[in-house]
């Protein structure tokens, strides 16, 4: 099966290039059939990095995000530009672990519809969920845990693995982070079927972060409330 890495760049200079070269390698020394489609909204010289790792690679695109931009709206463009049968959104700031990813590949391969990552199980190594950050994380998540009736324990992190057709039947309309609890929410309701693995989440050395937890608390909440009781399947 093919599978199709969504990247979503804002002003990362400092890892447009390693996080593009790192997996382009990494997938193509184990034998994987794989795409990269990397979706900006940046004004740093990021998109420049972008439109030259994807010249001569057949298996990477990059395309321009939306106006205004929005982490979900990147990632609703890199689903419509996506060839492959399954999609894993990975973050472009090397938080995310490519060791996890052949795993939610293996699963999926395995019969599983989607497979969610957890930074809040045994054998998970996040520093990324230290301090208060993780903390509301992990609060507004156990919510969640309660509200769909899931053992999975972090719908948050968008860091997932679906079948294309799940995208395609979900067709998520969100434009912000609140796309990630979209896609494994609905989908759950829907009795896909899914498995949660522990995995690896690290802090960003470089450039800031994007996501303001202040903001993200009330679209989250509001869009978890929103599909649990409105059924907006
Ligand atoms: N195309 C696009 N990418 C975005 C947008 N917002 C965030 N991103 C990217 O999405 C990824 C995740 O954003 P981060 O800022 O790292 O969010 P986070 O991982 O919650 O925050 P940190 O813990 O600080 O890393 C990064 O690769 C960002 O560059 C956006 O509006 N458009
Ligand atoms: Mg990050």
């Known amino acids: 099966m093919k599978t199709s890495f969504i990247i979503p760049f804002k002003d990362e ?28 909204d940046s004004s740093d010289g990021t998109w420049e990095i972008l439109q030259s790792f994807e010249e001569g690679r057949e298996n990477v695109v990059a395309v321009k995000g939306g106006n205004p931009p929005g982490y979900g709206k990147a990632l609703r463009k890199g689903f419509t530009v996506a060839t492959g049968d399954i999609i894993i959104p990975f973050n472009g700031d090397l938080s995310d672990s490519l060791d996890d990813a052949l795993a939610y ?20 190594t996040a520093t990324s969920s230290a301090g208060i950050k993780g903390f509301i994380s992990q609060l507004g998540n156990a919510f969640i845990q309660l509200l769909f009736c899931t053992n999975s324990s972090d719908m948050t992190n968008s860091f997932k693995a679906y079948r294309k057709m799940v995208i395609e039947d979900i067709k998520p309309t969100e434009n912000g982070y609140n796309i990630g609890i ?52």
């Open 13 to 40: 200079v400092q890892y447009a290039e390693i996080t593009m070269r790192n997996a382009y390698l990494f997938l193509s020394e184990r034998g994987i059939d794989f795409e990269l489609v990397a979706v900006d």
């Open 182 to 233: 979209e896609i494994a929410l609905k989908g759950i309701l829907k009795k896909y079927k899914y498995t949660t693995i522990p995995i690896s989440c690290l802090e960003r050395k470089y450039g800031e972060s994007k996501m303001s937890i202040l903001k993200t608390i009330p679209s989250y909440l509001s869009t978890a409330l929103k599909i649990r009781f409105f059924k907006t399947l």
């Open 105 to 124: 590949i293996q699963l999926i391969e395995n019969g599983y519809e989607m497979v969610f990552g957890s930074r809040f199980i045994a054998g998970a």
